[in-house]
């Protein structure tokens, strides 16, 4: 079965760091850029970054809400994209999701088809 | 950045209506877009994909159509497990963008 598990998420001050991982299972992991979106308490859908397969350079872009704080990585031999989070913040507060996008690879049917459960990240002041 | 404009925000219909909700990007994506489906507490769902092709296991009353800068979802006849929020969202450039939200809810 195709899956990705999201997991690392928590309750954390503001200032520290977290880091989130993203488990996948059921297909060929290094074939897909992999992303990572979130979502505030009772808000709509946000754009976190992606980190690109190795075939196209395992590079990575960022939103500007959390450029120069937050990070993703990828172990493609362990099926697992990582999100680091620091200097934390109050309105980072949110579900984080992972998804994986083929389009590189497979073509548009593969982009943002399977999400994971996701985790909660809760920042206190 | 590409802002995506989704109407309605919000709209009540009963089971059996077809219902439509639009996205409006701010300048032409191609047709790199998706429409999602999110229940309370679950992630969302791909409905649909490269703006009108349908996710496999999805019902067939789910469509979608459009290219460039409008998008349309329409659900030809709505069912009880329908009643959900729906989301657009752009690929075509980074930052990768969503609508606003439909929330549909029960009339």
């Known amino acids: 079965e195709v899956q990705l598990v999201e997991s690392g998420g928590g309750l954390v001050q503001s200032g520290r760091s977290l880091r989130l991982s993203c488990t996948a299972s059921?297909?060929?992991?290094?074939?897909?850029?992999m992303n990572w979106f979130r979502q505030a308490p009772g808000k709509g859908l946000e754009w976190v970054g992606f980190?690109?397969?190795?075939?196209?350079?395992?590079?990575?872009e960022y939103a500007a809400t959390v450029k120069g704080r937050f990070t993703i990585s990828r172990d493609d031999s362990k099926g697992i994209a990582y999100l680091q989070m620091n200097s934390l913040k109050t309105e980072d507060t949110a579900v984080y999701y992972c998804?994986?996008?083929?389009?590189?690879?497979?073509?548009?049917?593969?982009?943002?088809?399977?999400w994971g459960q996701g985790t909660t990240v809760t920042v206190s002041s | 950045d590409i802002q995506m404009t989704q109407s309605p925000s919000s709209l009540s219909a009963s089971v059996g209506d077809r219902v439509t909700i639009t996205c409006r990007a701010s300048?032409?994506?191609?047709?790199?877009l998706g429409w999602y489906q999110q229940k309370p507490g679950k992630a969302p769902k791909r409905l649909i994909y490269?703006?009108?092709s349908l996710q496999s296991g999805v019902p067939s009353r789910f469509s979608g159509s459009g290219s460039g800068t409008e998008f349309t979802l329409t659900i030809s006849s709505l069912q009880p497990e329908d009643f959900a929020t729906y989301y657009c969202?752009?690929?075509?450039?980074?930052?990768?963008?969503f609508g606003q939200g439909t929330k549909v809810e029960i009339k």
């Open positions: 969202l752009q690929h075509n450039s980074y930052p990768w963008t």
């Open positions: 059921g297909f060929t992991f290094g074939d897909y850029a």
């Open positions: 490269a703006a009108s």
């Open positions: 998804t994986r996008d083929g389009s590189g690879s497979y073509g548009k049917g593969r982009a943002f088809d399977i």
């Open positions: 300048q032409a994506i191609t047709n790199d």
């Open positions: 980190i690109r397969s190795r075939a196209f350079g395992g590079t990575t």
